[in-house]
């Protein structure tokens, strides 16, 4: 997918790190605008992404050697490039940041060739 220059990838997330932990962790190089944790219910799947406000403290997170590892609550995080998904099967979530939709097909609105709309269901399945 194509990259997303104002977000970064974490990776090393135990259970016990929340939202508001990576918010607080990361602010400290600069303005956080969005922080999401995927999760898997209410368990996390040991990955998110932060989104900061400026592209400039995302490149200098990724391309700035760091002097002793990125450790929050104890665990050792690893950072990458944020990717965006091809597959429009996934939204963000206002709680439990970015998680995948659950049904599994939408409704579509077309218009007929009178110019009558009527609602046609899409039966594609997100891969």
Do not use: C, M
């Not at 400026?54 to 391309?63: C, P, T």
């Not at 970015?98 to 060739?113: I, K, L």
Request: glycine share 14%; hydrophobic share 30%.
């Amino acid at each position: 997918g194509e990259l997303v220059l104002d977000r970064i990838y974490v990776g090393g997330l135990g259970q016990d790190i929340y939202e508001k932990d990576l918010y607080g962790f990361f602010s400290q190089f600069g303005e956080v605008s969005y922080v999401g944790i995927i999760t898997d219910g209410d368990y996390s799947k040991g990955y998110g992404f932060v989104t900061f406000a400026r592209k400039d403290v995302v490149r200098g997170l990724l391309e700035e050697p760091h002097d002793e590892p990125l450790v929050l609550k104890g665990r050792v995080l690893t950072i990458g490039p944020a990717r965006q998904k091809q597959d429009n099967s996934w939204g963000r979530g206002y709680s439990q940041g970015w998680r995948r939709q659950r049904d599994n097909y939408s409704q579509a609105r077309v218009e007929d060739h009178e110019g009558q709309a009527s609602t046609v269901p899409d039966h594609s399945i997100p891969v």
